[in-house]
DNA sequence: GGAACGACTTTACCTATGTTAACGGTTTGC
DNA sequence: GCAAACCGTTAACATAGGTAAAGTCGTTCC
């Protein structure tokens, strides 16, 4: 099986079951990934959507960006993670896709998006995971327009823990996360200064500490509790590797 | 034709142009609505969702809810919107929904849905009101994220101005608004008291007259202009009534 | 017609967060 | 091996927006 069809059927198995005939036919419509340097645009906003992407490897965002230049990010993109099936429905991208870190990036035509789409076990997947995407965007909507700087910081690192878990790439107490306190703040809505004031004081609470790409959480229910953090909106299958 | 399948189809009439046999196939699997009250739960959190829920009449809203009681409108819901088509399969709601003003609402069952994604003009114009709702989440994620507090009340007030104008409930300079302050500040993640404070300034400049329930605009594109709003994200048809 | 209620207003005050600017440490490129 | 760039850190200061409380106005209900 193809790297890149690996790692959708790992995404993909958090959130349904698959039989064999599902992993082959992913292995076959799934074409090999090319490789995109960090911090490159895979579609810029206005342009129009002709495959739908995968994330292989590395992170990915997909952003908005205002009139003065000021850049949100509306999601990240995890390795497993793809652009939305029916896009191509769209005249043109409300949005922009970015590489983050360097990727590997799998372009799937659209006749591969309906194959696999065939098939009830894939569908059901596949249908998940969009609606995942669009509980993260809301749960990231009430993450910045009600909580705090502080807790909004833990509840998107509590949510960055759960999703890479199920992905094998979090161990208990800790994960790699490619990005800078700016980009944190592009996600949150912060200040680089605030981002940094907060991360200060999670480390001086013992809660988590952040440096150089890598994020350790001494206790995840402490973290979890003090943000309010529910893994409900992810979806993930029980046996996905979660620690309650 | 009954209420409730010509509110869907003046909707979807704005995403995709539908042929007759369309509306017949609308008309045949849209129930009739019943009536609830305003501020009544259609479905909470962690509810397993059984159909999907057309708006026919009225104002309803996704909302999600904090520990502490506070409440943030993730999505307005406008008649001809619905709930997500693939929502049953999912577990449990990650958000509750419900009325704002009395609604009706007519409740689509499972098999209704998979009838009319069997016509292609329907799934184009059904899928792309999907990738419509999640594109607006993003875009008040931008918006409570990026702009300050009176671009973020005046974008709020463009954007329905759009909705409400493709589905004809709003004229040239003004609609009809069943939203309190207190509600624009769950949405806008603004407490009431900044909201009123923006409301007063936006008339002081007299860009936006807001009371009892009625926004009157008298220059549409000098509103636009000051916070930054493009409609491309609504992916309305160019017919659909709207003011360039 | 008065009481009760809800929405809207306003004031005074407080604080979370933004802004600007500067400095030190690491990594990257030549 | 040095310079340049980038990132993280901190300080001083500015301000947008939150909170609490009270008053006004219009509507609804008896």
């Known amino acids: 099986m193809n790297r890149s069809a690996q790692v959708l059927a790992t995404k993909l198995r ?9 992993l082959e036919l ?35 965002c997909r952003y908005k960006t205002l009139r ?16 939305d099936l029916h896009a191509p429905l769209l005249d043109h991208m409300d949005h922009g896709i970015a590489t983050h870190t360097a990727c590997l990036i799998a372009k799937i035509p659209r006749e591969g998006v309906l194959d696999m789409l065939e098939s009830p076990a894939l569908e059901k997947a596949l249908r998940r995971s969009t609606l995942v995407d669009e509980a993260i965007l809301r749960e990231w909507l009430l993450n910045i ?11 998107l690192l509590c949510e960055l823990h759960h999703r890479l878990r199920a992905i094998g790439m979090a161990g208990e107490a800790g994960y790699d996360l490619p990005l800078t306190q700016a980009e944190l703040g592009e996600i949150a809505g912060l200040s680089t200064v605030h981002v940094n004031r907060v991360v200060k004081e999670l480390r001086r609470r013992e809660l988590v500490y952040l440096r150089r790409g890598r994020v350790e959480i001494p206790d995840p229910r402490r973290l979890a509790w003090l943000c309010g953090f529910n893994a409900n909106y992810l979806h993930q299958l029980a046996e996905a ?4």
Not at 39 to 45: A, M, V, Y
Request: proline share 5%; glycine share 10%; aromatic share 6%.
């Open 145 to 155: 327009g009600q909580r705090r700087s502080e807790e909004r910081l833990a509840h």
């Open 241 to 244: 590797g979660t620690f309650s």
């Open 14 to 22: 958090t959130l349904s079951s698959l039989s064999a005939g599902d």
């Open 26 to 60: 992913i292995d076959r419509v799934i074409p090999p990934a090319s490789h995109y340097e960090a911090r490159r645009d895979l579609i810029r906003e206005g342009e129009v959507p002709q495959y739908v992407m995968l994330v292989v490897q590395g992170f990915a």
């Open 68 to 83: 003065d230049g000021k850049r949100h990010l509306v999601a990240l993109l995890l390795p497993g993670d793809c652009g």
